[in-house]
């Protein structure tokens, strides 16, 4: 089978989080998280397997991304089960006559149809069966899915039905007790590749710049005031208060009941200048 490595994004997007930017390739326009998802799962399968070329790691991690992906698959299970079962190697074959990355019987690749002995055909029937066997106990937890599907994919879905959980068998319960420490190294060694580069990314430290310590300010005081300071006290003028007189209104009304308005001014002043504030307009 052939897949289109340039829709690895897809993958990326799936496990990874959102693309956050773009560039280009020779696989065509690649999104940042995408470019970063590869390359940090190509450190997992370094650690996984050492000896593996760094270009067949990216490769591979691509190809295992996509898978993911579309099939919905946690790509560190899928790697950890592929370590475990061949250490990535394409053209194993075990005693009992299973094949390529995956270990698949030549009975389980004719039914899931894939070529056992192509090695991306073998990782897709891979990927494709252990998606059947999780969707097969869909009602556990995950940490239970898990289980029963990586000990049917080691002793057969028969097997975990008769004994209604991983069988007693003591290699199928240590190869999946190896299967989830194998993920968990998977997700270790993502991690760690992330933290590098977000470290990467923050600017070195600055000495910060040395500010000396604001002023307290003073308390006003009019004194301190420019405007008073330029004023000479002695051209100030001051002003005398003018003489304050009582009379009584014309009003008939203001008359009955006594009443009286204020005038400011001297007595010879033509035109006094009545207080509001003494009587009602209608008073006055």
């Keep these: 089978m052939s897949l289109a490595v340039g829709l690895v994004a897809t993958s990326a997007v ?5 693309p956050v930017g773009a560039q280009t390739s020779a696989a065509g326009p690649q999104t940042m998280s995408e470019v970063g998802a590869v390359a940090r799962y ?3 399968l370094g650690t996984a397997n050492a000896r593996l070329p760094v270009a067949a790691r990216r490769e591979l991690a691509k190809r295992v991304l996509l898978l993911s992906s579309y ?4 790509p560190c299970l899928l790697g950890a089960l592929v370590t475990v079962e061949s250490a990535w190697h394409a053209r194993a074959v075990s005693p009992v006559g299973a094949l390529g990355y995956g ?4 009975e389980t690749a004719a039914r899931l149809d894939v070529d056992a002995l192509e090695p991306y055909e073998n990782l897709d029937g891979t990927a494709r069966y252990l998606r059947r066997l999780l969707n097969h ?4 937890d995950s940490l239970t899915r898990m289980r029963l599907a990586l000990a049917s994919y080691n002793a057969g879905p028969a097997a975990v039905s008769r004994y209604h959980g991983v069988p007693p068998y003591r290699e199928t319960q240590a190869y999946v007790e190896s299967v989830l420490r194998t993920r968990h190294a998977f997700l270790v060694a993502f991690e760690a590749r992330a933290a590098r580069a977000a470290l990467a990314l923050i600017p070195a430290p600055v000495a910060p710049r040395r500010v000396s310590p604001a002023r307290k300010p003073k308390p006003w005081h009019p004194r301190h005031s420019p405007y008073l300071d330029a004023l000479d006290p002695n051209s100030v003028p001051i002003e005398t208060p003018l003489p304050v007189r009582w009379e009584t209104s014309h009003s008939f009304v203001a008359r009955l009941f006594g009443l009286k308005h204020r005038v400011v001014g001297t ?4 035109a ?3 207080a509001a504030s003494f009587a009602p307009a209608g008073l006055r």
């Design 71 to 74: 099939y919905e698959l946690d």
């Design 42 to 44: 190509a450190d997992a």
């Design 103 to 106: 270990q698949l019987m030549p």
């Design 137 to 140: 106990f869909a009602g556990s």
């Design 14 to 18: 799936f496990a990874f989080g959102q």
């Design 272 to 274: 006094p200048v009545a």
């Design 267 to 270: 007595p010879g002043t033509p």
